[in-house]
């Protein structure tokens, strides 16, 4: 599914879905509400009740290490990549996310099922105009081998490439176009992956009790242990997107530019963010324009 609308957009009705979290184990049921201009996305944690509400927003990341983790005076959401790529896939810039547990369900380790819920839903344009971080100049942060970076463009594009010391992954690359690609078709199917012994050494520390094969792609020394196998050829690029898609829908805004990132992970595209918003001459802020198209 595409959008190019210049307004912002919530959804139609009410989205209820519910499973497990991936490192607690827990059940977590949850509804998507529809939300009015300049609401952004925000979490509500109905099982604490009196506890403020959460906005998806980068200055509430209060950890990175396993999985985006926000949090407001003691409340946490945990794992929330996926559903975020999914509103930045969709366009969808306002909404309340109600739960009754700390950590997003993993679903099937992609963002296929928040995606398809949302389009079944349906997606509303509102009255007020989108606003997007329009890049000016480039931005770059760089650790070693990897790095992540911003330059100026008309619409927004973003380009990931990972690389392994594997047979069955090695070095690929893919971009994602607002304009050329689908996100529903093209990314959102995307699943997490693991190598067999690093779930292993979650569990043994306590961490990873809900994943399985029905939730990740697990690979082996030679071989996908997954009866179904790949659903892209590619698959594994393809996710690593879907986290940036997540993890950049945390500034609030939509980006006109290309993100460009080579092995890249959670904690270097949020050092990347905070890079990118401390560097204020960089860019600005202003509506989108008729026949402009921003994540």
């Known amino acids: 599914m595409k959008h190019t609308t210049f307004r912002q957009q919530t959804l139609a009705k009410n989205v209820a879905l519910s499973g497990t979290g991936v490192h607690s184990g827990k059940k ?11 609401h952004g996305i925000k979490f509500r944690r109905v099982d604490l009740p009196g506890t403020q ?7 509430r990341v209060v950890d990175t290490s396993l999985a985006t983790v926000l949090g407001v005076n003691g409340a946490i959401v945990s794992t929330i990549e996926h559903l975020m790529a999914s509103f930045a896939g969709l366009g969808i810039d306002n909404a309340l996310v109600e739960m009754d547990e700390y950590e997003m369900p993993i679903m099937d380790g992609s963002a296929k099922e928040f995606t398809r819920a949302f389009a079944a839903a349906g997606i509303v344009p509102q009255d007020l105009p989108r606003h997007v971080m329009i890049i000016k100049s480039p931005i770059r942060i760089q650790e070693d081998d990897k790095f992540v970076e911003v330059r100026p463009a008309p619409g927004f594009k973003i380009t990931c490439s990972i ?7 090695g070095r690929q690359r893919i971009t994602f176009d607002r304009i050329q690609n689908d996100f529903e078709k093209e990314i959102s199917h995307a699943r997490t992956f693991g190598f067999i012994q690093d779930l292993e050494l979650l569990k043994r520390f306590s961490l990873g009790k809900g994943g399985s094969l029905d939730n990740a792609i697990v690979i082996d020394k030679d071989r996908i242990l997954n ?5 892209y050829p590619d698959e594994f690029v393809r996710h690593k997107l879907l986290d940036s898609l997540g993890d950049f829908a945390l500034l609030g805004m939509p980006i006109q530019g290309h993100i460009i990132s080579h092995k890249s992970g959670h904690t270097l ?5 905070q890079k990118l918003l ?10 989108v324009s008729r026949g402009q198209t921003c994540v």
């Not at 401390?278 to 509506?287: I, L, Q, S």
């Open 269 to 273: 595209n949020h050092m990347f963010i």
């Open 278 to 287: 401390d560097t204020k001459d960089a860019w600005e802020t202003g509506p």
């Open 227 to 231: 009866s179904e196998g790949l659903r």
């Open 163 to 169: 690389e392994f010391d594997h047979s069955l992954i």
């Open 28 to 38: 977590n049921h949850i509804m998507v509400k529809p939300a009015r201009e300049n």
């Open 53 to 59: 509400d959460i906005p998806a927003l980068f200055k």
